[in-house]
């Protein structure tokens, strides 16, 4: 008689503990399919998008890592993906240049944010390898200025979408627009002091971050870093790093170094990796470390 009631007693404990656990699935279902699903075109938009979203969203992205916003074609698996969204944010200014097709396609209950809207943009120089591309330069993001314009295209969508949380999207813009200006305001003063700011790189890329600071950009490669640099590109940046001084070249975190190799070897300058956020990194951290990085190259003797 013991025996069955144990046996009785363990089948009750058996199936309380599997309904718990289905249960607790069925909520942690239920807490996923609350969150507003976000596509995200590449990973620093994306990163925005959490600042602004935190634990109310769900983000994908639809450049794979290790692959280049510029070059990237989509699948009809990543279009799919992107018509079962709530909410799709990508950068623009032909950053995406698949987007002008990929938009016709999907679905009209997907709201799309453009980030870059309304903010203060840098027409391409003169001459410029990338004038197919278009007429401004897409790197944003690399401004705390304007990647507050940014964040705030992206919580207006997300108020769109769910009006219910409008304070708390509002909360997180003005929490990130304030560390935001916390971190232009130590590093315009550290850049206040350096004497020297000629601001070598392999790719044009920190134009915008370059106006925040007063800092003069020379690069090797365009805008949109295609093809291979010219000998006369070569030299060019070679000579101004002879005549200007320069103690330090920057290049993109998982670029190829032999260009900027080059330029070490023939001028004695170090080399330095920072990051553009493309493929990898948290915004406020990322930023935080390229311009320690950069007012510590450019302050060197």
Same mark, same amino acid.
């Given at each position: ?55 109310? %969203? ?34 623009? @200014? ?18 799309? %944010? ?43 969508? @997300? ?49 915008? @971050? ?92």
């Amino acid at each position: 008689m013991k025996k069955k009631i144990g046996l009785i007693l363990a089948a009750v404990l058996l199936i309380t503990l599997v309904s718990g656990c289905g249960s607790d699935r069925k909520k942690d279902d239920a807490k996923s399919s609350d969150k507003i699903k976000v596509m995200a075109s590449f990973n620093a938009v994306a990163d925005l998008t959490k600042e602004i979203g935190k634990d109310k %969203v769900n983000i994908s992205v639809m450049v794979p890592k290790g692959s280049e916003a510029h070059d990237f074609e989509p699948k009809p698996k990543d279009v799919a993906a992107l018509n079962e969204s709530n909410l799709f944010v990508y950068n623009g @200014l032909d950053m995406e240049h698949w987007t002008e097709d990929t938009l016709k396609t999907i679905n009209s209950n997907v709201t799309i %944010v453009e980030a870059s809207k309304n903010a203060e943009l840098l027409e391409l120089k003169n001459g410029s390898d990338d004038h197919e591309h278009g007429k401004y330069d897409p790197h944003i993001w690399l401004s705390l200025k304007e990647a507050k314009v940014m964040a705030k295209n992206i919580m207006e969508g @997300l108020i769109k979408i769910d009006s219910k949380n409008e304070d708390y999207y509002v909360e997180n813009f003005n929490d990130f627009t304030k560390k935001a200006d916390e971190l232009l305001s130590e590093y315009e003063k550290k850049f206040d002091s350096v004497k020297n700011k000629n601001f070598v790189t392999g790719h044009e890329a920190f134009a915008y @971050l370059c106006r925040d600071f007063n800092l003069t950009q020379k690069s090797v490669a365009g805008v949109f870093n295609e093809g291979e640099a010219t000998s006369v590109k070569l030299k060019e940046t070679i000579d101004y790093c002879k005549e200007n001084n320069i103690k330090t070249i920057f290049m993109e975190q998982g670029a190829s170094s032999k260009v900027t190799d080059t330029i070490s070897k023939e001028t004695g300058a170090s080399v330095e990796e920072i990051n553009t956020l493309e493929i990898e990194g948290t915004y406020m951290d990322t930023m935080k470390n390229n311009l320690e990085k950069i007012y510590s190259g450019l302050n060197k003797m």
